[in-house]
């Protein structure tokens, strides 16, 4: 437990622009502990924020006001490997890598990559449905959650899901995926596991721009191409990555296309050159083909690295996420260059292709005046272009405090209506985690909020007292 | 479900739901919807008095190929769909009865013969239009592959039996049809079936049932040709049924009670040797098919499969669902708050909700 400034000022934020404040923070190291910590907020009826590394984009692990922090990083046992049922259980401090490095030993992986795999908890992949390059193929975190342990707001302990196919009654362990840990504390993981593939290939294309390579996505999706992962970096991703771990990208193309196929030999080489083909008549000036495991390990960690890597231009970041439908990607991405443009903003994409998933990343020096005003308005365009082209608001990276206000874009008030008596279902005094995820004005049972245009340097500015950004 | 005798009402949009379901939770009316009425002993007994069916919903709402999303109508026919996704090369890979509903089949979240290659039912059903039991049309979800917009509230509706809302619309991820579509059937039960588990890496499905295996292998032609190829190393004597429907025989369904099982998929052997001959499991899944002759034999088989922690609910003939409904309180209220006269199907839903 801690309660002193430093500790506090460390916790009061996530990896968003979104800064709260805690009264206290609990490291507990089991679930009877947690169950414990619980009971004693229940009691004093403080409100609770789950957390797992932090490394959240949407302010959800934010703590605003006289919250209790329950920090899950000290429970990190991965608790049973059971390669026969494919599945494993584990503890939700465990990082997304650890647990993909337990079980390859036994020939399979935990699907979901997130390019936060190194620093990330398991439980907040759980808890915000996080993606990866490779959902793709296998799909986001929901479909890798067998069961999982939750401890209520009143320190009730329940199991949802199963180990098999099927369990008795509504899903809620689906719906506890993604919920952004507003419906309790995940104690224990049962995550499905995937087998390996048997041989993987690597691609890297280069394209003149990155509409191009967008064309080239929607052509291999429209075509059946089923690649594994299909993930586009922009010029200016890809000089910063070369400067940062020298992954070997053309540093003179407008954007590349790192493009993952897997299966077995014959296929995989069917896909390759489908690749090709469909690439060339889009206009890819080059394409390699990874020759071992080596050069595929480099391929990826300028992926992996890209976000950081932008750095280099600037001490700050905002980073965006939205899904456009994939026919959609080359004019949405067009839209994102263009509004940064308006804006006098510089805008970095490097994205989930395949899925449709764009993350426009706004990198800028806050000591620069008004930058920020510009940066949220240039924001919500993107965000409402998205919504017109028949998207949504997040793919991956959840609603938070970020994007609450947001929701009325995609929902009317009785949608959010429903939303909100599932939420107090299973959180009747709203103590855990309150104030994410739903606007301020969704209520069960009372329907009154109108359908209503999002803003989102109002929606900041209306945030809870005690955050800033 | 016997439903001789009851009214049937039959809207051909979603404001006559709305509209049916406003009348029915004011009158008390208990309602049970229903699609193709292929599943309806699925569920604990339930009286009702009024039947809504979907049929008369099965409009195509959007289909645009590159997209690999389909939005249809609840009440669109498994047939009809994959008329409308094979000219394009692509399917929705549930495996249901032709006259089975979209509607229906995400309402009753079915096993999935085919699932350990193309995933659980649930994990392609990206939106939903639904109408509550007191009139209320939601819209849950959205048409993009990922979705962390909100709760995962089409997640919730899977699976739900009619007893919170009626599904009016889904939009289903799909896939493309495999080139090469091969069953091999061989002899050898258990063992051979497990020995495919560990030597065909991307087997689309494994089953078992009685002394027979089969392996459904979908892909590119080589890619079939290598496996099978390994499959016969196992099972020398397998035959092979090119473009053959997957599962080949169904033993199971000649009996007068059909039950679901699920169980941890170690666990399958325990549960098809209780079972007895006319079992059916999906390796590496564990789920799978029992028929069985009645009270008795369920009882027996439902006790084992529930000892295992698994579940084991009737799909056809009498015997309910069985189960012990978890956090039973979050369970009452998420019904009270979408169906809050209790009209749909009033006991139909686990633990008799
Ligand atoms: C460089 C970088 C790259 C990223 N790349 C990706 C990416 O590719 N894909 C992607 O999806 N995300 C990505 N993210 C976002 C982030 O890493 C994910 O959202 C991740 O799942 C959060 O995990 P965490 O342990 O840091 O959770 P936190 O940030 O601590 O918490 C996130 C949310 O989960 C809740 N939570 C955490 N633990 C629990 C628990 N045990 N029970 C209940 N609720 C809980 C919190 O309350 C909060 O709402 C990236 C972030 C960064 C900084």
Same mark, same amino acid.
């Given at each position: 437990?801690?309660?002193?400034?430093?500790?506090?000022?460390?916790?009061?934020?996530?990896?968003?622009?979104?800064?709260?404040?805690?009264?206290?923070?609990?490291?507990?190291?089991?679930?009877?502990?947690?169950?414990?910590?619980?009971?004693?907020?229940?009691?004093?009826?403080?409100?609770?924020?789950?957390?797992?590394?932090?490394?959240?984009?949407?302010?959800?692990?934010?703590?605003?006001?006289?919250?209790?922090?329950?920090?899950t990083?000290?429970?990190?046992?991965?608790?049973?490997?059971?390669?026969?049922?494919?599945?494993a259980?584990?503890?939700?401090?465990?990082?997304?890598?650890?647990?993909?490095?337990?079980?390859?030993?036994?020939?399979?992986?935990? +699907?979901?990559?997130?390019?936060?795999?190194?620093?990330?908890?398991?439980?907040?992949?759980?808890?915000?449905?996080?993606?990866?390059?490779?959902?793709?193929?296998?799909?986001?975190?929901?479909?890798?959650?067998?069961?999982?342990?939750?401890?209520?707001? @009143?320190?009730?302990?329940?199991?949802?899901?199963?180990?098999?196919?099927?369990?008795?009654?509504?899903?809620?362990?689906?719906?506890?995926?993604?919920?952004?840990?507003?419906?309790?504390?995940?104690?224990?993981?049962?995550?499905?596991?995937?087998?390996?593939?048997?041989?993987?290939?690597?691609?890297?294309?280069?394209?003149?721009?990155?509409?191009?390579?967008?064309?080239?996505?929607?052509?291999?999706?429209?075509?059946?191409?089923?690649?594994?992962?299909?993930?586009?970096?922009?010029?200016?991703?890809?000089?910063?990555?070369?400067?940062?771990?020298?992954?070997?990208?053309?540093?003179?193309?407008?954007?590349?296309?790192?493009?993952?196929?897997?299966?077995?030999?014959?296929?995989?080489?069917?896909?390759?050159?489908?690749?090709?083909?469909?690439?060339?008549?889009?206009?890819?000036?080059?394409?390699?083909?990874?020759? @071992?495991?080596?050069?595929?390990?480099?391929?990826?960690?300028?992926?992996?690295?890209?976000?950081?890597?932008?750095?280099?231009?600037?001490?700050?970041?905002?980073?965006?996420?939205?899904v456009?439908?994939?026919?959609?990607?080359?004019?949405?991405?067009?839209?994102?260059?263009?509004?940064?443009?308006?804006?006098?903003?510089?805008?970095?994409?490097?994205?989930?292709?395949?899925?449709?998933?764009?993350?426009?990343?706004?990198?800028?020096d806050?000591?620069?005046?008004?930058?920020?005003?510009?940066?949220?308005?240039?924001?919500?365009?993107?965000?409402?272009?998205?919504?017109?082209?028949g998207?949504?608001?997040?793919?991956?990276?959840?609603?938070?405090?970020?994007?609450?206000?947001?929701?009325?874009?995609?929902?009317?008030?009785a949608?959010?209506?429903?939303? +909100?008596?599932?939420?107090?279902?299973?959180?009747?005094?709203?103590?855990?985690?309150?104030?994410?995820?739903?606007?301020?004005?969704?209520?069960?049972?009372?329907?009154?909020?109108?359908?209503? @245009?999002?803003?989102?340097?109002?929606?900041?500015?209306s945030?809870?007292?005690?955050?800033?950004? | 479900?016997?439903?001789?005798?009851?009214?049937?009402?039959?809207?051909?949009?979603?404001?006559?739901?709305?509209?049916?379901?406003?009348?029915?939770?004011?009158?008390?009316?208990?309602?049970?919807?229903?699609?193709?009425?292929?599943?309806?002993?699925?569920?604990?007994?339930?009286?009702?008095?009024?039947?809504?069916?979907?049929?008369?919903?099965?409009?195509?709402v959007?289909?645009?190929?590159?997209?690999?999303?389909?939005?249809?109508?609840?009440?669109?026919?498994?047939?009809?769909?994959?008329?409308?996704?094979?000219?394009?090369?692509? =399917?929705?890979?549930?495996?249901a009865?032709?006259?089975?509903?979209?509607?229906?089949?995400?309402?009753?979240?079915?096993?999935?013969?085919?699932?350990?290659?193309?995933?659980?039912?649930?994990?392609?059903?990206?939106?939903? =239009?639904?109408?509550?039991?007191?009139?209320?049309?939601?819209?849950?979800?959205?048409?993009?592959?990922?979705?962390?917009?909100?709760y995962?509230?089409?997640?919730?509706?899977?699976?739900?039996?009619?007893?919170?809302?009626?599904?009016?619309?889904?939009?289903?991820?799909?896939?493309?049809?495999?080139?090469?579509?091969?069953?091999?059937?061989?002899?050898?039960?258990?063992?051979?079936?497990?020995?495919?588990?560990?030597?065909?890496?991307?087997?689309?499905a494994i089953?078992?049932?009685?002394?027979?295996?089969?392996?459904?292998?979908?892909?590119?032609?080589?890619?079939?040709?290598?496996?099978?190829?390994?499959?016969?190393?196992?099972?020398?004597?397998?035959?092979?049924?090119?473009?053959?429907?997957?599962?080949?025989?169904?033993?199971?369904?000649?009996?007068?009670?059909?039950?679901?099982?699920?169980?941890?998929p170690?666990?399958?052997?325990?549960?098809?040797?209780?079972?007895?001959?006319?079992?059916?499991?999906?390796?590496?899944?564990?789920?799978?098919?029992?028929?069985? =002759?009645?009270?008795?034999?369920?009882?027996?088989?439902?006790?084992?499969?529930?000892?295992?922690?698994?579940?084991?609910?009737?799909?056809?003939?009498?015997?309910?669902?069985?189960?012990?409904?978890?956090?039973?309180a979050?369970h009452?209220?998420?019904?009270?708050?979408?169906?809050p006269?209790?009209?749909?199907?009033?006991?139909?839903?686990?633990?008799?909700?």
């Amino acid at each position: 437990m801690a309660a002193d400034p430093l500790t506090l000022g460390l916790y009061a934020r996530d990896a968003s622009i979104i800064e709260g404040g805690c009264a206290l923070v609990v490291l507990p190291s089991s679930a009877d502990e947690v169950q414990a910590c619980v009971q004693v907020a229940a009691r004093e009826g403080l409100a609770i924020v789950p957390r797992g590394s932090g490394t959240g984009l949407a302010g959800g692990a934010v703590p605003l006001g006289d919250a209790l922090v329950i920090v899950t990083s000290r429970m990190t046992r991965v608790l049973d490997v059971r390669p026969e049922d494919r599945l494993a259980w584990v503890e939700p401090g465990v990082l997304n890598q650890d647990l993909a490095d337990a079980v390859r030993p036994h020939g399979f992986t935990f +699907a979901p990559d997130p390019s936060s795999q190194q620093a990330s908890t398991v439980g907040g992949n759980v808890a915000t449905n996080a993606g990866g390059p490779h959902c793709l193929l296998h799909g986001v975190t929901s479909g890798h959650v067998l069961a999982l342990d939750l401890v209520l707001a @009143d320190g009730a302990r329940v199991r949802l899901g199963s180990e098999g196919p099927l369990a008795p009654g509504y899903d809620l362990r689906g719906v506890v995926v993604g919920s952004e840990g507003t419906l309790g504390i995940v104690t224990a993981v049962c995550v499905r596991l995937t087998p390996l593939a048997p041989v993987v290939s690597t691609c890297l294309l280069a394209f003149p721009d990155p509409l191009a390579a967008a064309r080239c996505v929607a052509a291999c999706i429209a075509q059946g191409l089923v690649a594994a992962a299909m993930e586009c970096m922009d010029q200016a991703s890809v000089r910063a990555v070369e400067q940062y771990v020298h992954a070997g990208y053309p540093e003179d193309a407008g954007a590349v296309l790192l493009v993952e196929l897997e299966g077995l030999a014959a296929g995989v080489a069917h896909a390759v050159a489908e690749l090709g083909t469909i690439a060339g008549a889009h206009g890819a000036t080059s394409m390699r083909v990874a020759a @071992d495991e080596e050069e595929r390990g480099q391929l990826w960690k300028g992926r992996k690295h890209a976000l950081g890597a932008v750095a280099l231009y600037a001490p700050h970041y905002y980073l965006h996420d939205c899904v456009v439908p994939r026919t959609r990607l080359p004019e949405l991405l067009a839209d994102v260059y263009r509004i940064a443009a308006e804006h006098r903003l510089l805008v970095v994409n490097m994205f989930h292709a395949g899925d449709g998933n764009l993350h426009p990343l706004f990198v800028f020096d806050r000591g620069e005046e008004g930058v920020l005003e510009r940066v949220l308005t240039a924001s919500q365009e993107i965000l409402e272009r998205c919504v017109a082209a028949g998207g949504v608001v997040s793919g991956e990276h959840g609603i938070g405090l970020e994007k609450r206000d947001f929701l009325p874009l995609l929902f009317s008030a009785a949608d959010l209506g429903a939303q +909100a008596c599932v939420r107090q279902a299973f959180d009747p005094d709203g103590r855990m985690n309150p104030h994410k995820v739903l606007p301020a004005g969704a209520r069960c049972g009372d329907f009154a909020m109108a359908r209503g @245009d999002g803003d989102l340097a109002a929606a900041v500015r209306s945030l809870p007292a005690g955050t800033w950004i | 479900m016997d439903l001789t005798g009851l009214p049937t009402v039959t809207p051909t949009d979603r404001e006559a739901v709305v509209r049916c379901l406003r009348e029915a939770s004011a009158a008390h009316t208990r309602v049970l919807v229903v699609g193709g009425a292929t599943q309806l002993d699925r569920g604990n007994p339930a009286a009702v008095d009024l039947v809504l069916s979907t049929r008369a919903l099965d409009r195509v709402v959007a289909y645009e190929p590159a997209e690999m999303i389909a939005v249809v109508e609840a009440g669109c026919t498994a047939a009809a769909l994959r008329d409308l996704l094979r000219p394009h090369g692509q =399917e929705w890979p549930v495996d249901a009865d032709d006259d089975a509903t979209v509607g229906g089949l995400i309402a009753t979240g079915a096993a999935v013969p085919r699932q350990l290659g193309v995933g659980p039912l649930r994990d392609s059903v990206l939106e939903l =239009e639904c109408v509550s039991g007191d009139g209320r049309a939601i819209h849950t979800g959205g048409r993009t592959v990922k979705n962390v917009s909100g709760y995962g509230l089409p997640r919730l509706l899977v699976g739900s039996l009619g007893t919170l809302a009626v599904i009016v619309q889904a939009a289903v991820k799909l896939r493309p049809l495999a080139g090469a579509r091969r069953t091999l059937v061989a002899a050898g039960g258990l063992p051979v079936a497990l020995g495919w588990l560990r030597s065909v890496p991307l087997a689309t499905a494994i089953l078992v049932h009685g002394d027979t295996a089969e392996l459904r292998l979908e892909g590119w032609a080589d890619d079939v040709a290598a496996q099978t190829a390994w499959a016969r190393a196992c099972a020398p004597d397998a035959h092979v049924g090119d473009d053959a429907p997957f599962p080949q025989a169904a033993p199971w369904s000649h009996h007068p009670v059909v039950a679901e099982m699920s169980v941890a998929p170690s666990r399958l052997g325990a549960v098809l040797a209780t079972a007895g001959c006319d079992a059916g499991g999906l390796v590496g899944v564990g789920a799978g098919w029992a028929g069985l =002759e009645g009270a008795a034999a369920l009882d027996r088989l439902r006790r084992r499969v529930e000892s295992l922690g698994g579940a084991l609910p009737v799909v056809r003939g009498p015997g309910g669902l069985g189960g012990t409904l978890p956090a039973p309180a979050i369970h009452r209220r998420i019904k009270a708050a979408f169906d809050p006269a209790g009209i749909l199907a009033p006991g139909r839903f686990w633990g008799g909700l």
